[in-house]
Nanobody, 111 residues
């Protein structure tokens, strides 16, 4: 059974940085693609970034140049490094693998 746990969210000031983690269990982590999504209050969940089994990445235009997705197969963990955060980045951030969702971690960007 696939189990994903996100962590690393919190309150940060505009311009600040956070690194989110997605710890996976119950799967052969190295052979699955991982995606990060986010859902802001009152809005639909939207894709943020993906990373394939070979390490190829794709990020949404809204975060390009600020967010970086990576993975450590030895630790069964994916990461989302978020820099230069702004209030529009406030959302619950989720990771997804094999159509399974974690419970999310809340990121709040506010002064």
């Amino acid at each position: 059974q696939v189990h994903l746990v996100e962590s690393g969210g919190g309150l940060v000031q505009p311009g600040g940085s956070l690194r989110l983690s997605c710890a996976a269990s119950g799967i052969s982590f190295r052979v699955v693609s991982i995606a990060w999504y986010r859902q802001a209050p009152g809005k639909q969940r939207e894709p943020v970034a993906t990373i394939t089994t070979t390490g190829s990445t794709n990020v949404a235009d809204s975060v390009k140049g600020r967010f970086t997705i990576s993975r450590d197969n030895a630790k069964n963990t994916a990461y989302l490094q978020m820099n230069n955060l702004n209030p529009d980045d406030t959302a619950v951030y989720y990771c997804n693998a094999l159509n399974t969702w974690g419970k999310g971690t809340l990121v709040t960007v506010s002064s």
